[in-house]
C-alpha cells in the first residue's frame, strides 16, 4: 500500500521479504541494510518472536527519482517463518507493494517451501492482494551448502515461467541485491502504473533507469553482514501462541500490528530526530556563514566563501557562481567542480537557460518528476551534465539582479530536496546582501581621496551658507510669530461684535408687533452675515491650534454619543439651512473613545462643516464609527461622507493646504478661511492616528480619521 508523506514529501513503498523458518530472510535484510547503509543512518528494527523475528528498516538513501514532487522511499520487512505465526505473517503482508520469496535450496526443506509458498498466496488473498498483479521475486538461497535442490527443480516447484529468479547467498550477499533490483525494478514500475503516469513519455524507461543507476553500486558487495551488531531496537510481540481459535487469532493479529505501529512510529521519530540535528547544523552554519560574510570588504571573497560553505553543508558535487558586470549579461565568476556552469552553457532561443532562471527572479529546485512526460530546458541542461538534481538561486539586493548562485547533485547522492532549497536560498540571500556592501564598500573606498579634497574644498563655502539660512530662519520665525499674533488677536477682538450682532439680532426677531415686510428680510441678512462672521471667528479660533506646541495628547475615555454632540450640535443650524440631513452609524457597544474631547470634537467639526457647505440640497452627510484593527493593535475609525460633487482629483493634494477652499456645492458658501481641514489634520496627527481625503465613485468627498485605542 503505498503512503504518501506530506511531511517529509516522499511516498513510501513497502516490499516484503517472505519464506519458511531460516531461509535465510532475515540474513537478506542484514546485508541490504549493510551495504546501502554503512554508516547506520537509519536502524533496523526487530520484533521478536520465540524462535524467529521480524525485521524492518527505511531504505532512505537511495536516489529514486521523483513522482509528482514527492521522493520515492522504500520500506523492507520481513516475516516469522514458522506456520503458528501466520497471524504475524499476514499482518505484516498487508498493504505489501513487491514481495520476495526467499526459498531454502536444500532438499530436506522443499516440503517447507512449498508450504510456505502456499500461506504466501493465502495470505496475500487475505489481504485484499491479488497474487497474480503482485510484483514477486524468487530468491533461491543458501547455494554455498551440500545436498541441494537443483535450480532447474526448483524452477519446476515454483516459477510458472513468469517470474524472475535468483540463487542466492545471503551469509555472504552473493546474488541477494540481484534479488532485491529485480524486485524493486518491478514494484516501482507497477506504482506508476497504478498511479497513472504517462507511459506515452518514456516515464517507465526513465524510471527503470534512475532504479539501476541507484542500486547499481551496491550490486556486486558482498561480505559478512554482522548479524548481532545490526539489531538496533527490539520491540517485544505478544505471546507466541497464535495457533488458537478465531478470537485469539484477532488478537495476536490486533497486537502486531499495533507493534507495527509502534515500529514505523520510532522510525518517524528517528526520522524527525535526524531533520532536528540537520536542521540545528544547517542553523549554525547559516549563522556561521553570516557573521564571516559581514567581516568581508572584498566581493570576490564573499562568493568564494558562498561556494565553500553550500559544498560542506548540502554535500553536492558542483557548485557556481555567476554575476552580473557592467555590460549585464552573466559570466562566471566562482565555479566549483565542473568546468563550466550548464544552465550557463545551454542557450534557447535568444538567452541562456542560466539566464532565463536568474531573470524569474525566485530559486528554483531542479530535480526530474516522472510525472513530466518530457524534461524542459533547465532539467535538460542539468541532466546533460551528468547530475541528477540542482538548485539555482538569484542573487538580489534591493531588487537588483546581482547574479545566481547555482549547486549540482550528482548521481552518488540522493535528489536535493526542498530542505536544501530553503537552506541554499538563505545562504544565497546572505551572499548577495554581503556582497553587494562589499561592492559598496569598494566604491566608496575608491572615492575616499577624491571625497576628501571636495569636502575641504566646500567646507568655506557650506560656512557661509549655514549662516545664510540660519538669517533667512530667523526671519521666517518672526514672520510666523506675526502671522500667528495677527490670528490670536483676530479672534479676539472680532467675538465680542458677532456676539453683540447675534444678540440684536433676536431682538429684533422679538418685534413681533411691526410689519413683517419690513423685519423679515433685514433679520435674515442680518443672520447670514452674523454666520459668517461666525465662521470666521471660529476658523481664527482653529488656527490657534496650528501654532501651539506639537507635542502629542493624553487621550482620556470620552463618551461616544458626548463627542459626537459637541462636534454636530453647533452645526445643526446650518444644515437645516442647507435642506441638508446629518446621520451618525455606530456600534451600540462602543461606549468611549480615547482622546481629548476638545480638540478632537473641533477636528471633526471642522470635517463635518466641509461636508455641510460642499452639499446638494436634500442630500446627507453620513457620519460612520466603526472599531477596526491593524495587526494586533485597535483602532477607531470615523468615516464623514457628503453627496455633493466632491473634490476633484487633481484639487485632491490641495485640501490639506493652509487657506486653501474649494468651490461650494449646493447652496452652501464657505463660512470659514480654509483651515478647517488642516486644522483636523494637525488635531488627529497629535493623537497618534491618520486622516485621509478621497472622491467617492458615486459622488461626493469621504474624509476618513483613524485613531488608535
Not at 421 to 443: C, D, P, Q, V
Request: charged residues 25%; contains cysteine; aromatic residues 4%.
Amino acid at each position: 500500500m503505498v503512503q504518501f508523506e506530506n511531511q517529509y514529501r516522499q511516498i513510501k513503498v513497502k516490499i516484503v521479504y517472505y519464506g519458511p523458518a531460516l531461509g535465510g530472510k532475515t540474513t537478506c535484510l542484514q546485508h541490504i541494510h549493510r551495504v546501502t547503509d554503512p554508516q547506520r543512518r537509519t536502524r533496523l528494527y526487530s520484533l521478536n518472536t520465540a524462535s524467529d523475528r521480524t525485521l524492518f528498516f527505511d531504505l532512505l538513501s537511495l536516489n529514486l527519482g521523483r513522482i509528482r514532487g514527492y521522493r520515492l522511499a522504500i520500506q523492507l520487512y520481513t516475516v516469522p517463518g514458522q506456520v503458528q505465526y501466520n497471524a504475524t505473517r499476514r499482518a505484516v503482508l498487508a498493504g505489501a507493494d513487491g514481495v520476495i520469496f526467499v526459498a531454502d535450496s536444500q532438499l530436506d526443506q522443499q516440503d517447507a517451501n512449498l508450504e510456505s509458498f502456499a500461506n504466501l498466496k493465502e495470505n496475500l488473498e487475505a489481504n485484499g492482494i491479488d497474487p497474480a498483479s503482485l510484483p514477486l521475486v524468487l530468491q533461491y538461497n543458501k547455494r554455498d551448502l551440500a545436498n541441494l535442490a537443483s535450480i532447474a527443480d526448483l524452477e519446476d516447484r515454483f516459477n510458472d515461467g513468469e517470474l524472475r529468479s535468483f540463487p542466492t547467498v545471503a551469509i555472504t550477499g552473493e546474488g541477494v541485491m540481484d534479488a532485491f533490483a529485480a524486485v524493486t525494478e518491478q514494484t516501482l514500475v507497477s506504482l506508476a502504473d497504478r498511479l497513472g503516469i504517462d507511459t506515452a513519455g518514456h516515464a517507465m524507461e526513465r524510471l527503470v533507469q534512475q532504479t539501476r543507476a541507484a542500486l547499481e553500486p551496491f550490486v556486486n558487495a558482498v561480505g559478512s553482514t554482522g548479524l548481532a551488531d545490526d539489531i538496533e531496537v527490539t520491540v517485544p510481540e505478544n505471546p507466541p501462541d497464535e495457533t488458537g481459535p478465531l478470537p485469539q487469532e484477532i488478537l495476536v493479529k490486533e497486537a502486531v500490528r499495533a507493534n507495527l505501529a509502534m515500529t514505523d512510529l520510532s522510525s518517524q521519530l528517528e526520522t524527525a530526530s535526524r531533520q532536528l540535528e540537520r536542521k540545528a547544523r544547517i542553523t549554525r552554519a547559516i549563522v556561521d556563514f553570516g557573521r564571516l560574510v559581514s567581516q568581508q570588504r572584498d566581493p570576490a571573497d564573499v562568493l568564494r566563501m558562498l561556494v565553500k560553505t553550500a559544498v560542506a553543508n548540502l554535500g553536492v558535487q558542483a557548485a557556481t557562481v555567476l554575476i552580473v558586470p557592467a555590460a549585464g549579461q552573466l559570466r562566471e565568476a566562482v565555479v566549483h567542480g565542473v568546468e563550466h556552469d550548464p544552465l550557463l552553457a545551454m542557450v534557447v532561443e535568444t538567452t541562456t537557460v542560466a539566464g532565463a532562471v536568474a531573470e524569474a527572479g525566485e530559486p528554483v529546485l531542479i530535480a526530474d518528476d516522472l510525472e513530466n512526460s518530457t524534461a524542459n530546458s533547465v532539467q535538460l541542461a542539468v541532466l546533460k551534465s551528468g547530475f541528477t538534481s540542482a538548485i539555482a538561486v538569484p542573487l538580489t539586493a534591493q531588487n537588483r539582479l546581482l547574479g545566481m548562485f547555482t549547486v549540482y547533485g550528482g548521481s552518488d547522492r540522493r535528489s536535493l530536496d526542498e530542505d536544501e532549497l530553503e537552506l541554499a536560498s538563505i545562504l544565497g540571500a546572505t551572499a548577495a546582501m554581503g556582497y553587494a556592501n562589499a561592492l559598496a564598500f569598494r566604491k566608496l573606498e575608491t572615492s575616499k581621496t577624491g571625497l576628501e579634497s571636495t569636502v575641504e574644498q566646500r567646507t568655506d563655502e557650506l560656512k557661509t551658507t549655514i549662516e545664510e539660512v540660519r538669517h533667512l530662519n530667523r526671519e521666517l520665525q518672526r514672520g510666523d510669530a506675526i502671522k500667528n499674533r495677527l490670528i490670536s488677536r483676530m479672534a479676539e477682538q472680532l467675538d465680542s461684535p458677532v456676539q453683540a450682532l447675534i444678540t440684536a439680532v433676536g431682538a429684533l426677531d422679538s418685534l413681533r408687533g411691526a410689519p413683517a415686510e419690513k423685519t423679515t428680510r433685514l433679520i435674515e441678512i442680518v443672520k447670514r452675515q452674523a454666520d459668517v462672521l461666525a465662521g470666521i471667528v471660529e476658523s481664527a479660533g482653529q488656527a490657534s491650534l496650528l501654532v501651539t506646541e506639537t507635542e502629542g495628547v493624553h487621550g482620556q475615555p470620552t463618551p461616544l454619543p458626548v463627542l459626537l454632540r459637541r462636534a454636530i450640535a453647533p452645526l445643526r443650524d446650518l444644515a437645516s439651512q442647507l435642506e441638508l440631513e446629518v446621520k451618525v452609524m455606530s456600534p451600540g457597544d462602543l461606549d468611549t473613545v480615547s482622546c481629548d474631547a476638545e480638540t478632537m470634537a473641533t477636528a471633526l467639526r471642522a470635517v463635518i462643516k466641509n461636508a455641510l457647505e460642499h452639499n446638494h440640497p436634500g442630500g446627507e452627510v453620513r457620519i460612520e464609527v466603526r472599531r477596526v484593527r491593524r495587526g494586533g493593535d485597535r483602532w477607531i475609525e470615523f468615516k464623514i461622507a457628503d453627496t455633493g460633487d466632491g473634490i476633484p482629483e487633481d484639487d485632491l493634494e490641495k485640501a490639506f493646504e493652509a487657506f486653501w477652499q474649494g468651490a461650494a456645492g449646493g447652496k452652501g458658501e464657505s463660512q470659514g478661511i480654509g483651515l478647517g481641514l488642516v486644522v483636523a489634520k494637525q488635531v488627529v496627527q497629535r493623537h497618534g492616528g491618520e486622516i485621509s481625503i478621497a472622491r467617492r465613485s458615486t459622488g461626493g468627498t469621504e474624509v476618513s480619521i483613524i485613531l488608535p485605542q
